[in-house]
């Protein structure tokens, strides 16, 4: 299963109830750094992927947050 989280306000964003590497979902092409930074909790049972909800979007530039 795949949670995404807001990386901000921590507010659950949605669900995918399969694999986190299932090619659709494209977490698996990102290179090993930015999997590090986004993803949480790589396992079989799970992985927490963060991103900005639309609600916290656009982000100040100071916060040093160069993607979504």
């Known amino acids: 299963m795949v949670i995404y989280l807001c990386r901000r306000c921590r507010q659950i964003?949605?669900?995918y109830e399969g694999n986190?590497?299932?090619p659709i979902l494209?977490?698996?092409k990102?290179?090993?750094e930015w999997q590090k930074e986004l993803m949480e909790g790589t396992n079989t049972d799970w992985v927490q992927v963060n991103i900005l909800c639309d609600d916290c979007l656009p982000?100040?530039?100071d916060e040093?947050?160069?993607y979504n």
């Open 64 to 66: 040093g947050l160069w």
């Open 13 to 15: 964003i949605g669900r």
């Open 59 to 61: 982000i100040p530039f």
């Open 20 to 22: 986190w590497d299932e």
């Open 26 to 28: 494209g977490l698996s």
């Open 30 to 32: 990102l290179r090993p």
